[in-house]
């Protein structure tokens, strides 16, 4: 039996959302199976790949006035995104390469920087955070917090290290207890918060 093209249309899954940016209007889809789009109002492919986020959002991360795609992944792990940045001049998306590898990304203030956060095992009793610079599309990395909880106690704390390329100094090393660590949260906000100038 031939299948009709309403049979076929069927088959796929869409996800497809629009959005007027600098006064063009984009469409960015999911299309399952299918590849990840966005097309301008011509119908032309602005930005494409293969692997689909589980969904995505269209959102002005870094504040410069111009919205710009966050993509957000199902993993073991959350928080973890791919970012789009929307390029003004050439009307089109361009992905930060390394921002999957920072999940939970938070901004600091009106600043560049940014400060993140992710489990590092041991029933989340081991976590890390680091902090970067966000310029157009590209990241740098300043600093790195690591809190273990699962070590013997006189190595247990955390570790708060300045970073320069592949170069990573310890600044501070904060003694505390085996176990998880609820305060953990507000303690990365307020330390990122207040000591920012320190990385730049």
């Known amino acids: 039996m031939e299948q009709t093209e309403i049979d076929v249309e069927e088959q796929f899954y869409f996800d497809c959302k629009k959005k007027l940016i600098n006064g063009i209007e984009y469409e960015a889809c999911i299309k399952r199976p299918g590849i ?3 097309k301008n109002s011509k119908e032309e492919v602005v930005f494409s790949q293969e692997e689909n986020p589980f969904d995505f959002e269209f959102n002005d991360f870094n504040e410069d006035g111009y919205i710009d795609v ?8 959350p928080g973890h995104q791919d970012l789009l940045i929307y390029d003004k001049d050439k009307e089109i998306f361009i992905k930060v390469e390394s921002f999957y590898n920072y999940p939970n990304a938070k901004k600091i203030g009106e600043s560049n920087l940014y400060y993140t956060y992710h489990a590092s095992g041991c029933a989340d009793n081991d976590w890390g955070s680091e902090l970067y610079e966000l310029t157009e599309t590209n990241i740098t990395l300043l600093g790195k917090i690591n809190g273990f909880g699962c070590l013997e106690n006189d190595t247990n704390g955390i570790y708060i290290y300045k970073v320069n390329g592949d170069d990573e100094k310890l600044l501070k090393y904060i003694k505390r207890e085996q176990g998880y660590w609820k305060g953990k949260y507000d303690f990365i906000a307020k ?3 207040e000591n920012k100038n320190m990385f730049e």
């Open 70 to 77: 966050v993509m957000n992944y199902a993993t073991n792990s």
């Open 36 to 38: 990840f789009t966005i």
């Open 191 to 193: 330390y990122w918060t």
